[in-house]
């Protein structure tokens, strides 16, 4: 029951600070690396985070793979729309940056 409750919150949350990474994995299946930075304004049941990867840390190449990325005039996109959110993932790999836009529904 304690793990659904925490998925639950994780799910549902809105915040930055709170859950935020839970909250991005589990709506769109991408998954949040050592990162550097964070940045994640909420409005209006609109979030765009911002992450900074670690390239020291991560193996970008894995890290697209893994995540099965597709290759858009230089980004790396994953993108989604579901009864519950629509998502698009942006990686550049030359800044390191993770853009998440993600709407509520």
């Known amino acids: 029951m304690i793990v659904y409750i925490s998925l639950d919150i994780s799910y549902n949350t809105q915040f930055c600070r709170v859950f935020n990474t839970d909250n991005i994995e589990l709506r769109t299946d ?3 690396p050592e990162v550097v930075s964070i940045d994640c304004p ?6 765009i985070s911002k992450f900074i990867i670690d390239s020291q840390l991560v193996d970008l ?4 793979s893994r995540n099965e990325f597709t ?3 230089d980004l790396y996109i994953k993108e989604n729309n579901n009864r519950n959110s629509r998502y698009k993932v942006v990686f550049d790999t030359k800044t390191t ?9």
């Open 30 to 32: 991408v998954n949040s």
């Open 42 to 47: 909420c409005k209006d049941n609109k979030k």
């Open 97 to 105: 940056e993770l853009t998440v836009n993600l709407t509520y529904k």
């Open 61 to 64: 190449n894995d890290y697209i």
């Open 71 to 73: 290759l858009i005039d």
